[in-house]
């Protein structure tokens, strides 16, 4: 038994090696590094020493740190629960047997396609307030001034609108594949049974897509933790410190003469952070497998 698992394996090493080298060197060797970055201070161009735990005090003591984390917390708070709601009525939509289904799929996962900056980019001109036809549009024809990207509980919301407008088709596309993965027995017994419509959406549906459900939340929500691109392309932190997120601020820390060793102190922090968080979510959405009994 053990020879034959031996051979197996070596039968198995030339199909695994290339993708264990490649995932060492690009994700283990990087991660490594970065933990070492915490325990040192300096540059990289004036050489770095040992610091012990001075990075991970100095965190615990970074008041704008916290406001990052209360402003990354905001954020997701808005967009989470706004993705979760929009995309499973989207996808439940888009399982549905319509003539033509197949041309709404394509137009709802198209904004998916774009780059999150070149998504920026069009919103910003989209609501530019000289030329912006959204503020002119609102302006003009609403008599409704819309501080689009100077007021702060404005901008924050904007922001997750943005977010939900670019990753709808996505998680659309995700929900749909759940629903349809649905065996048709199973409806067609509930319906005999009486259920239908709403009722047949939460007894039977949800409980079937649980699996999905729970997928689609937590990238939803890692994709909430680490938002960047739409900051930088938007707002650069601004109004004021209003969506100075947890990763513009490690970016500025990293980039823009701040330290390296401490922004790689807030990764690993902003990392533990998303794994809690993820597992919480894994555990209240945990599924035991009788849904499909």
Known sequence: MIRRSLLDLAQALPFLLPKAAVFGVFVLVPFGYTILLTFQQGSLLSGLTYAG???YRTVLTDTLFRQTLVNTAVFMLICVPATIVVTLLVGMLLSSSVRGMSAYRTLIYLPSLLSIVATGLVWKIMVDSEYGPVSNLFSQV???DVPWLTDATVTMV???LITLWSTCGFYSIIFMAGFNNIPTDVLEAARIDGASGWR???????????????LVLILVTINSIQVF???Y???NGGPGTATYTAMWY???SAFNGGSLSYAATM??????????ISAIFIGRTRSDGSDYE
């Open 233 to 235: 392309v938007l707002t």
């Open 142 to 144: 609403l008599g409704i």
């Open 267 to 276: 990764s690993i922090v902003l990392l533990l952070v998303t794994a809690v």
């Open 250 to 252: 490690i970016y500025q």
């Open 229 to 231: 691109d739409l900051v």
């Open 200 to 214: 047949l959406f939460i007894k039977i549906k949800m409980p079937l897509i649980r699996p999905v459900l729970q």
């Open 158 to 160: 904007f922001l997750a």
């Open 53 to 55: 735990l001075d990075n």
